[in-house]
């Protein structure tokens, strides 16, 4: 069965798609055809919408175009036709529709304002430009104006007013002096979006004669001067002196010193103003603001955040950026500017609005006679645009008619189109902040298949690797690909190729056989075209001889080998790497045909060192490492890892066993332990080598259990005391012949993931469990407990199905059962899955609470049905929540609670509860799906609990024979209140404790007078409330009343607890 799939290009960097959508053709990039295909027009460069051209320069208006027959040019201004010939000033390039107006041999820019569009014109049809505003720059004189000097007092605000003139495009402004140096500014002199210059306070250093504002206009390289602005600022000593060299002694004079002030807002005015910015723009939002000392401004957005990544604070945090504004940025945005005395703020309104944009910007449609397609033109904006078309620049309406053609909103549907029905169509997206304009021709060809893909191509590959032979295409209708080996060859097909869209072929894994010549023929019912490829199936380079490890004594010298084997027909070059750098720039590393020697070894050569071997077609490499040690005073034994074994055969061979024998090498000082036997399957995971079993290092030969369609390999490593040796050369291979699967997949469940469906799973075999080719799945279910047939399916090699249609939650036997080319596994084993879950049906009834204290309730329910729980039981959830305080009638925010209680419980404990307080339960039965519905809410109350203690104690105006005591109700009286119990008794000076005295306060009071006290004691008071479950926890205070009326003791301050 021929197989097809998409090619990626980093396969096929050169292969030119060929794709289908929506029936329509796409014409190759190739140079020569298209010089050959007839096309409508399309306009490829043209000037911006908004033209501000340089009044004393050429005007050059673009337009160009491509098509076939190459188009014709004509233009409109403000609407009418531009007739060219008739104005000498104007002249159209050669072969292009770019219009020349030439301003600087006579023309007056100003004469030629306005709007302009070009149309691009041949017998395939017509495309148009955007509309193209064509403006002269402007950059006129300030206007004269008489400027008073500017006197000022210290501290006081200040604006100096640029008003530039207005120019096209507008200026950029800037400060400077009469030196043509910038005026320095800083969080308190700063320039304002509209160029006036803003001191938030003035100092007598800004005294100057020469502020000077200047407009700079780009587009004519011109600076344009204000006048300067004079700025006097009398600072409070000066304006005193000055005060008083004109009063008498009797005056009283005198200006009042520089005063601190709260922020005001210089600009904008008012608490509230509104923005509108077009989406995709820059917004700039500025508040600047008066005050001493100067003020610092902050930003926020109202109800959100700043967008990160795209907001930025200038000119001293006074100028918010927020740059590619969306509609998202709509909103409040909140200047505030503060110093120590106050604030200000000012909340800016901003409307984001978009210009149309596009969302599917229409295409160009290539079709056969007789196919169907569609036109779309998709844009958005705020306000949202209208969607006008026209056709070859006539608006549809009004365009001759074509029976192919309907048109239906933002879509245009073409159906059953002729040669005749090629055109270019526009669609106009628009509102009023803009509009959108493009081009998309329907250009119907009838054309013969061509191949463009070079003939007698050669591709080259490395063998067992994928091999891309390329036919590029073309041709209306689309041609049918077919491949043939050889001229006369058969027709290709099967598993071994795949069939590209493109026209690609590709073979998998190319083998040496696979060399030789293939043609694809191209057909459609227009006529048939075939071309020839030639593909080369190169040798793999393989390093038969590698660098092993090594170990040198410091000043002597060691070789690494690198021997390779390579195609007759490929040059290779071998380079060496140390620690995957170049070789250093030494004469002691000598490189040879196939080996690297380094003389004199220092320590610093210690390192891994790479041999890479490339050809043009593959590269392979091998490492080794060196290490230098110290030259021992007297010869020692060097031990090292062992050399890997070599000769490798395989005898016996049987259909599941081989006998591998080898020679061991070199031990190296060290016995050997044992031997380590990895294989390959180049079947299914080439290059991948795998533990197989290990064997005493006194033996050499070895039993190996084999599996069928597996094609080994083997390969022995070497274990000594010093460590592994290099694997030895591979084996010979061994191909196994193919059998019925020997086992069934694993972990085969089944688990719904909706009420309607069941989704069996496994873990598939892996390549060599497959025991042949063609591995596929035989899946089979049926519902348990009744009394169905088993339904089975058949699947490719994956390792999921879905069983659709299904009763919510029932129970299903399951069975999965590999198969291959040679027949079926074992007959597999039983699992019980369930089809998918839905919510449980009903709640919980009977739901009773037992209150058993003040903190702790006991709630039981009945359980519900299993039938109505549709899933796995996995337990009940109880939900409560405070209502209020039955000591203080208030009601606060309700927070819920949730105890889970696991399996098929029907009762619950409910801590933590608070004493004296109305509760509200529901409770709820879950399964994997979730919750089902709740049962009506339940009401119960917990009795009252003893108090917490007062909130405070404190002990004032103490006398010589009496003390005054004030105190807060508890926090949590968990009850009604009954009364409070004072107790009390004296300290001695050394803390001996007297008799302690009792008294019982009514809970209404809050404060007690104790009288009958002795003068200069110390006193320890014991304080706690009471309801009718018992006495609250207590708080202390400790104080002394006083020795005489002239010394009042300062009372202790704060209570504890006990």
């Known amino acids: 069965m021929m197989k097809k799939r998409s090619i990626s290009a980093s396969k096929a960097s050169l292969v030119l798609f060929l794709c289908q959508m929506i029936s329509a053709l796409d014409v190759p990039l190739d140079s020569k055809l298209l010089e050959e295909l007839s096309q409508p027009p399309t306009i490829t ?198 005060i008083a060299a004109n009063l008498s002694d009797t005056d009283i004079y005198g200006a009042k010193p520089v005063t601190e002030r709260q922020p005001i807002l210089l600009t904008p005015t008012g608490s509230t103003s509104t923005k509108v910015e077009l989406r995709g723009n820059v917004l700039l939002l500025e508040c600047i603001a008066a005050g001493l000392p100067t003020p610092v401004i902050r930003w926020i957005k109202e109800g959100g955040e700043l ?36 604030s200000v703020h000012h909340v800016i309104s901003v409307t984001v609005k978009a210009a149309p944009y596009w969302i599917t910007a229409p295409r160009n449609l290539v079709l056969s006679p007789g196919e169907d397609g569609t036109l779309i033109c998709r844009a958005n904006g705020n306000p949202k645009p209208n969607i006008s078309w026209f056709a070859n620049g006539v608006p549809i309406a009004i365009a001759p008619e074509d029976p192919s053609r309907k048109v239906d909103g933002d879509t245009i549907i073409f159906s059953h189109v002729q040669e005749r029905s090629s055109a270019v169509y526009q669609c106009n997206a628009s509102n009023e902040y803009g509009y959108l304009l493009a081009n998309a021709f329907v250009n119907v060809l009838a054309e013969p298949p061509r191949v463009l893909t070079p003939a007698n191509k050669l591709y080259q590959v490395i063998a067992d690797s994928p091999a891309l032979l390329d036919c590029a295409y073309f041709g209306s209708p689309k041609p049918e690909i077919e491949w043939f080996k050889g001229v006369k060859g058969s027709i290709l097909r099967g598993n071994e190729y795949v069939f590209h869209d493109n026209g690609t072929l590709e073979i998998p894994v190319a083998q040496k056989d696979s060399t030789g010549t293939y043609t694809c023929v191209a057909r459609n019912e227009l006529g048939k075209v075939q071309n020839e490829v030639r593909l080369e199936v190169k040798d793999p380079t393989m390093i038969i001889k590698q660098p092993e490890y090594k170990v040198i004594q410091r000043y002597g010298q060691v070789s690494f080998e690198c021997i390779i084997k390579h195609d007759s027909t490929l040059l290779p070059t071998v380079i060496w790497l140390k620690d995957n750098d170049e070789l250093p720039d ?68 049987l259909e599941r066993s081989v006998e591998l024998s080898w020679i061991p090498g070199d031990e190296n000082n060290s016995p050997i332990k044992n031997f380590v036997i990895e294989y390959e399957d180049g079947l299914h995971e080439p290059g991948v080598w ?83 080719p063609g591995l596929q799945y035989k899946v089979s279910w049926r519902q348990k407990d009744v009394d169905d047939e088993w339904t089975s399916v058949i699947v490719a090699n994956v390792s999921k199905y879905i069983v659709s249609g299904t009763p919510t939650f029932v129970p299903y036997e399951i069975k999965v059962q590999a198969l291959n080319d040679l027949g079926y596994a074992p007959e597999p084993s039983e699992v019980i899955g369930h089809s998918g879950e839905d919510l449980p049906m009903v709640a919980p009834g009977n739901v009773q609470v037992h209150v058993i204290n003040s903190t702790l309730a006991k709630v039981h329910w009945d359980p519900v049905p299993l039938k109505t729980v549709r899933g796995h039981l996995q337990g009940y959830k109880v939900y409560y929540w405070k209502v209020q305080s039955l000591s203080r009638r208030s009601r606060r925010h309700v927070e819920k609670k949730i105890l889970t209680f696991r399996g098929n419980k029907t009762f619950g404990m409910l801590p933590g509860l608070e004493p004296y307080s109305s509760y509200k339960l529901n409770v709820r039965v879950v399964n994997g799906k979730g919750e089902g519905p709740a049962s009506p809410d339940k009401v119960f109350k917990t009795p009252e609990g003893v108090p917490s203690s007062p909130s405070f104690l404190k002990i004032t105006n103490p006398t010589l024979d009496s003390l005054t005591l004030e105190w807060g109700s508890p926090t949590h009286p968990n009850g009604v209140l009954t009364s409070y119990i004072l107790k009390f008794q004296p300290i001695n000076n050394t803390h001996e404790l007297g008799p302690l005295v009792e008294i019982r306060i009514p809970a209404n009071e809050s404060s007690l007078i104790l009288k009958n006290l002795n003068y200069s004691t110390r006193y320890k008071f014991y304080f706690n409330a009471q309801t009718s479950v018992g006495s609250g926890s207590q708080i202390t205070e400790e104080a002394v009343t006083i020795m005489d009326e002239a010394g009042i003791l300062r009372p202790a301050v704060g209570a504890g607890k006990v």
């Not at 490492?623 to 016996?652: K, M």
């Open 45 to 242: 460069q043209q000037s911006p919408k908004d033209y501000i051209v340089d009044p004393r320069e050429n005007i050059v208006i673009q337009c160009e175009a491509k098509g076939k027959p190459p188009p014709s040019f004509s233009w409109t201004r403000n609407g009418t036709h531009f007739d060219i010939d008739k104005d000498a000033q104007v002249t159209m390039k050669p072969n292009s529709g770019t219009l020349v107006i030439n301003i600087m041999n006579g023309g007056k820019a100003e004469a030629y304002e306005g709007v302009y569009q070009c149309t691009a014109r041949n017998e395939r049809g017509a495309a148009i430009s955007n509309n193209i505003v064509i403006r002269p720059s402007r950059s006129p004189l300030w206007t004269k104006e008489k400027l008073e000097p500017n006197q000022v007092r210290e501290g006081d605000s200040l604006v100096l007013h640029c008003r530039p003139p207005v120019g096209l495009p507008p200026p950029i402004i800037f400060w400077m002096d009469n030196a043509f140096q910038r005026l320095p500014q800083s969080e308190r002199v700063s320039q304002g979006l509209n160029g006036d210059l803003y001191f938030s306070n003035v100092q007598p250093e800004d005294t100057r004669e020469d502020y000077i504002c200047y407009a700079r206009f780009n587009h004519t390289q011109t600076i344009q001067q204000k006048q300067p602005i004079s700025v006097k600022v009398f600072s409070m000593d000066s304006l005193n002196d000055t």
């Open 307 to 342: 967008p990160v990544n795209r907001t930025f604070f200038e000119n001293f945090k006074k100028t918010l950026k927020i740059i590619d504004v969306s509609e998202a940025d709509s909103g409040n945005y909140k200047c505030i500017a503060r110093n120590m005395l106050g």
């Open 690 to 772: 795998h533990y197989q079993t290990e064997v005493p290092g006194t033996q050499t030969t070895v039993q190996l259990k084999l599996s069928p369609y597996v094609n080994y390999s083997f390969r022995v490593i070497a274990v000594n005391e010093i460590g592994r040796s290099q694997p030895s050369e591979p084996s010979e291979q061994y191909l196994t012949k193919s059998a019925n699967p020997d086992e069934n997949p694993s972990n085969v469940q089944g688990i719904g993931s909706e009420p309607d469906n069941l989704v069996i799973t496994w873990e598939s075999l892996k390549g060599f469990q497959s025991n042949g």
């Open 586 to 653: 030494d004469e002691r590393f000598l490189v040879g045909k196939d080996n690297l020697t380094i003389m004199n070894v220092t320590d610093k050569d210690d390192g891994t060192y790479t041999c890479i071997v490339n050809t043009t077609l593959d590269s392979v490499s091998a490492s080794a490492v060196l290490t230098v040690v110290a030259a021992p005073p007297t010869p020692a034994i060097i031990y090292a890892r062992p050399n890997p074994p070599f000769d490798l055969e395989l005898t016996g061979q």
